[in-house]
């Protein structure tokens, strides 16, 4: 059974940092692109960025050069820092893998971003 699991969600001031982490199951996590999205209210679930199994990464045009992501093979666990955090970037932020053609998603974490 493939277990998503997020954490480092919180509320922050604009222009401050957030590290959030997503710790898989029940897959081999070295060998699996993962994702984060995110969801603010009223609005669609948008790619933030993506981290291939060998860690190349990608980015929505909105984050890039203020998010990274990153990944720990040893710990099947995929990061989120963001930096220069927006009010925009309010939003719950879920990350993703697909495994044997179907997509999972963690319970998602609340960032919230103050002005």
């Known amino acids: 059974q493939v277990q998503l699991v997020e954490s480092g969600g919180g509320l922050v001031q604009a222009g401050g940092s957030l590290r959030l982490s997503c710790t898989a199951s029940?897959?081999?996590?070295?060998?699996?692109?993962m994702a984060w999205y995110r969801q603010a209210p009223g609005k669609q679930r948008e790619l933030v960025g993506v981290?291939?199994?060998?860690?190349?990464?990608n980015y929505a045009d909105s984050v890039k050069g203020r998010f990274t992501i990153s990944r720990d093979n040893a710990k099947n666990t995929v990061y989120l820092q963001m930096s220069s955090l927006e009010t925009a970037d309010t939003a719950v932020y879920y990350c993703?893998?697909?495994?044997?053609?179907?997509?999972?998603w963690g319970q998602g974490t609340q960032v919230t971003v103050s002005s």
């Open positions: 981290i291939t199994n060998i860690g190349s990464t």
């Open positions: 993703n893998t697909a495994y044997k053609g179907v997509r999972y």
């Open positions: 029940g897959i081999l996590f070295s060998m699996y692109v």
